[in-house]
């Protein structure tokens, strides 16, 4: 297989993994405000993600150093061009690490209700911007011939875009609700975790279909018959997971939405491939693996890096999740 | 404010911030892994609860390092696009080893670490503190391969229009990145060891918890010695590998606009960049000459022939950085490490003499001494960076050159006001929950763990 198609699998691979892991952290940060009654129900749901998120967000940082790498020019064009929202997501992530670190060191319910209002904005912009930033990517932005973004924000901003990113948060909301029903004791705060998942559920769900139709008439998505099957499977996983959940398997609705978050991400990706980033001004502008790469020596030394580490890392952090397998208690938080 | 002057902004303020936590993060952590590693094998709860206590404040600096790192790595397509275009095949590579190697571990390790005190068994426990301090000087290197390219560009070709790389190993073992390397991580050390002296000092002089911080202020002056004379040393080295790779950069911080042959070391120069000389200066003649050759009668290249050496070499245009604030930075830098060797050496000296907590005046100096290494950091940023100018990657590019020709200059100071607004009320955040922290003192374990109030035990749920 030739490197930059590997790389491009690999980038895949990393935002599949980022989009998996992290996508029910930010749930869990989105549901906080709404599911946390008391500072104990609170801590309870952070802790459930505590040991974790950070590991969680390296898959992002990861990624974003394996663009850079890999393909630099992607990497140059898709973070000037979308520059504000990126900031946004920066901010929302700077605020939303310091507000875990921050929240439970001072006991006064300002202090922490602030704190917790930042890990719900640091939560809520990213899973809403990386929709945006995805349905932007296939559905084109004005890029031109020498492979610079001439549009603005507000040229990001389309029917298509903002109801990607409304997709992502709902769905998200729902894979964070899902893990909340595995990793909070049995009682109560489980009950209502499962009672918010049938909720967002249905609005995900609509949301999301709204998505693969708009995908349907706006990009050429369906044109790749691997990319369809691969969005069709997606939402099918969805409903199972939906199915799964009201039938209080939860194990099982965690497992298919989880698939259903990974086929999603692949779709996305497999109906960009070759291109990396599509422009609307003209096809032959896009960016691609093969103009926006870089050199056959560097991805070598890359794809052999990656190829040793990625297992040995899917290795430790799958034995995190282990070490913390248990459901989380309210006695958990005082040793 | 010019695109390109607002961008260099961006980058000075959101790299001098970050760099505000990560020294201490490199250095601490290995404190910490010592401390636990004595808990460990003498069974010694008192130093559990140290190692708990220092991990507490180490938690809320890892966590501001680990933020600000993100903006970091998503800068330089922001704000240098034709930079990342241009020099990604090479500046790319040591990112993703850095994300790949070190910030996997770093953060699954340390999730483990803060939650798995009584998950895990004793002896991996400590194990996993290890990996963190392993880990986090392990980004550093990548990072700091990935500086000293732009220093010193090594293992390149100029091909279809960028730098290619075309030998990774000349990248790593590029000479640059040893000095750079053990300087940054002597200072580190030196950082920490401040921390810890200066903390511990604050309770040595209220004379309480003496049996938690007098094991800890041994453990922290022994390790600012080291840091500081170490530190000292390899920053000396690389000046004189300066000298060699970045005769400019060095002419700079020195303020030598003429070349010598036996150069003059300035202690303190009225300089006039206009004019391109110094209208006074106080030096010690040949210093310079013997710092940089061993010998008082080596030639050390000037300012001003350097600038007629670069516009030969590279056309016409202005080779020559801020000699005002290089001068100042590197001297107060100088100073700083000075300051940091003398407090040390008189710390252990007091220490093995017994007479530590007699003499008052030298724990207050030690509890005063807290901000010295955070200057001695920034300074010594100012002076790699500010040195590197109008470089972006010296001999190759300019910074002008570099800037994303796409972002329009409200775009920036949106983003530049918000981060700086935000690291604000960051940094006011955690100092406040550090002195809190401070102020609690070490608490005192399951026993009284009832009596306490319900707000350290909400406190020990990440500790």
């Given at each position: 297989m030739e490197l930059n198609v590997l790389w491009f699998i690999l980038i895949t691979v990393l935002f599949v993994g980022f989009f998996f892991l992290e996508g029910f952290d930010y749930g869990v940060g989105i549901l906080l405000p709404f599911l946390g009654k008391n500072d104990t129900e609170r801590r309870m749901l952070i802790q459930t993600i505590g040991p974790v998120w950070d590991g969680n967000e390296v898959w992002m940082i990861t990624a974003g150093g394996a663009l850079f790498a890999a393909f630099p020019s992607a990497y140059a064009t898709l973070f000037s061009g979308f520059y504000l929202a990126l900031f946004l997501l920066l901010l929302g992530l700077i605020v939303r690490g310091a507000a875990f670190e921050f929240r439970s060191r001072d006991e006064s319910p300002g202090w922490r209700s602030t704190w917790d209002g930042m890990i719900f904005i640091g939560s809520f912009l990213p899973a809403l911007l990386w929709g945006v930033a995805v349905t932007n990517l296939i559905q084109g932005v004005p890029i031109n011939d020498k492979m610079q973004y001439v549009g603005t924000f507000f040229d990001l901003l389309s029917l298509y875009t903002v109801v990607g990113g409304l997709a992502f948060l709902l769905v998200f909301t729902f894979h964070g609700s899902l893990f909340l029903t595995l990793k909070v004791e049995k009682g109560n705060l489980m009950e209502r975790a499962r009672k918010i998942a049938l909720a967002v559920g249905v609005a995900a769900a609509v949301v999301f279909l709204g998505l693969v139709g708009l995908t349907y008439t706006?990009?050429?998505?369906?044109?790749?018959s691997g990319a369809a099957v691969s969005l069709l499977a997606a939402v099918l996983a969805f409903v199972f997971a939906y199915c799964f959940v009201y039938g209080r398997r939860f194990g099982l609705a965690f497992v298919l939405n989880s698939l259903s978050v990974a086929l999603t991400t692949a779709a996305f990706f497999w109906g960009l491939f070759p291109r990396l980033m599509v422009s609307s001004l003209n096809p032959e502008w896009s960016l691609t693996i093969y103009n926006a790469a870089s050199t056959p020596y560097t991805l070598k030394i890359m794809t052999i890096a990656a190829l040793i580490l990625v297992p040995v890392i899917l290795l430790y952090q799958g034995w995190t999740y282990w070490v913390f397998r248990k459901r989380v208690t309210a006695k958990d938080l005082e040793y | 404010m010019t695109e390109l002057l607002l961008a260099r902004w961006q980058f000075g303020i959101t790299t001098t911030y970050h760099f505000l936590f990560v020294p201490l993060t490199l250095g601490l952590s290995i404190l910490l892994a010592i401390m636990e590693t004595i808990y460990v094998r003498t069974g010694n709860q008192r130093y559990k609860k140290m190692t708990q206590f220092w991990g507490k404040l180490f938690l809320i600096n890892f966590a501001l390092g680990v933020v600000t790192g993100i903006v970091q790595e998503f800068h330089f397509g922001m704000n240098w696009s034709e930079y990342s275009r241009f020099m990604g095949d090479i500046f790319g590579a040591p990112l993703a080893m850095e994300a790949l190697t070190a910030f996997f571990l770093e953060s699954t390790f340390l999730g483990l670490w803060i939650f798995g005190w009584e998950r895990l068994p004793k002896r991996l426990h400590a194990a996993t503190i290890w990996i963190v301090a392993l880990a986090s000087n392990l980004s550093a290197f990548w990072i700091l391969v990935a500086n000293s390219f732009m220093q010193s560009p090594v293992g390149y070709v100029l091909r279809n229009g960028r730098a290619e790389m075309i030998d990774f190993t000349a990248l790593v073992t590029n000479p640059y990145v040893a000095f750079q390397y053990s300087h940054t991580f002597f200072s580190a050390l030196t950082t920490a060891g401040v921390f810890v002296t200066a903390i511990s000092a604050y309770y040595l002089l209220k004379e309480s918890y003496r049996e938690y911080f007098l094991p800890s202020f041994r453990l922290g002056v022994v390790c600012m010695l080291l840091g500081a004379v170490l530190a000292g040393g390899t920053g000396h080295l690389q000046a004189q590998n300066i000298a060699k790779v970045q005769p400019m950069k060095l002419a700079a911080v020195e303020a030598l606009w003429e070349t010598d042959s036996s150069a003059p070391l300035a202690l303190y120069a009225s300089i006039d960049e206009e004019k391109r000389l110094n209208s006074s200066e106080i030096s010690i003649p040949g210093a310079l000459s013997f710092m940089v050759h061993n010998s008082f009668t080596g030639e050390v290249k000037g300012i001003n022939n350097l600038q007629a050496e670069y516009t030969a070499e590279?056309?016409?245009?202005?080779?020559?950085?801020?000699?005002t604030p290089l001068f100042w930075s590197f001297h107060i830098m100088f100073l700083t490490g000075g300051w940091l060797v003398l407090l040390a050496a008189l710390g252990v000296l007091l220490l093995l003499t017994g007479r530590l907590e007699s003499q008052r005046w030298f724990l207050w100096a030690a509890l005063w001494t807290l901000p010295v290494p955070y200057i001695a950091n920034s300074t010594g940023w100012f002076v790699t960076e500010i040195g590197r100018q109008p470089w972006i990657v010296y001999g190759l590019q300019r910074v002008e050159q570099a800037?994303?020709?796409?972002?329009p200059a409200p775009s920036i100071w949106i983003s530049l006001i918000g981060f700086t607004l935000v690291y604000g009320v960051l940094a006011l955040s955690a100092v406040y929950l550090g002195r809190k922290i401070i102020l609690q003192g070490p608490d005192i374990g399951h026993g009284r763990e009832q009596q306490q109030s319900k707000a350290t035990k909400e406190a020990a749920l990440w500790s």
């Open positions: 706006n990009t050429g998505l369906f044109r790749n | 590279f056309g016409p245009g202005n080779y020559i950085p801020q000699v800037v994303s020709p796409g972002v």
